[in-house]
């Protein structure tokens, strides 16, 4: 009997449905606003001309946030040492970048500065611009130290609509040239957006080869 017992055990677990590591389920979420902000949403980039399997950096929305007593959403971007986090305020104006801090460094642009206009005015031809204050700060175990501060003149010009394929897709994008001007010298980036979307390319040259969201 005991050994009757014994084999009907073994029998029994033998047939039990075994554990198995399946893979994390990542549903895809929705977004329907113009410039995507909401908590969760998640963009994997690669730099333009490297390979997908090199280390991607990656930006995620952390949800709202205070930068310098003003109301505002945290977009964390970080991947290969990178870890800054970004402060926009988004709404009928368009898209304001209040600034950035990393680890070492928090930068606070007075007033901010426009990223995007109005979705209504995000076509071919349309400029805009400004000049603001930059005030850096350094960050210490004691607090915040100034660094530096200094007028920063930006332009932006939409220069075309059109369509262009990426790791992650077709996309119908603005192309849009940035320009900076400071004490320094001046500096221009190009940015792919695509409304609904986010950045397609970013001013850093890193192309979207994966989203969180549809």
């Not at 090199?54 to 971007?77: C, D, H, I, K, T």
């Not at 986090?85 to 928090?106: E, I, K, N, T, W």
């Not at 206009?117 to 850096?136: D, F, Q, S």
Request: aromatic share 12%.
């Amino acid at each position: 009997m005991r050994r009757y017992l014994m084999a009907l055990a073994l029998l029994l677990a033998a047939c039990a449905p075994q554990a198995t590591q399946a893979p994390e389920a990542r549903p895809l979420l929705k977004e329907t606003a113009f410039y995507p902000a909401t908590t969760g949403l998640e963009w994997v980039y690669v730099p333009e001309g490297e390979a997908l399997s090199s280390p991607p950096y990656r930006v995620r929305v952390e949800g709202p946030a205070l930068y310098e007593a003003q109301e505002a959403v945290r977009f964390r971007s970080f991947g290969r040492g990178e870890d800054r986090v970004y402060y926009r305020q988004m709404g009928a104006f368009g898209v304001r970048l209040l600034g950035f801090q990393d680890p070492s460094a928090r930068v606070v642009f007075t007033p901010p500065i426009l990223e995007y206009p109005p979705e209504a005015l995000l076509v071919p031809g349309h400029r805009w611009g400004g000049t603001v204050e930059g005030r850096v700060e350094l960050l210490t175990p004691g607090g915040r130290e100034p660094l530096l501060s200094g007028r920063l003149t930006y332009a932006m010009e939409v220069l075309e609509e059109r369509e262009v394929r990426v790791p992650a897709g077709v996309f119908r994008v603005f192309r849009i040239r940035q320009t900076y001007q400071d004490q320094a010298g001046q500096t221009a980036y190009e940015v792919w957006f695509a409304p609904r979307v986010g950045e397609v390319r970013t001013r850093e040259g890193r192309l979207l080869v994966e989203r969180n969201f549809r």
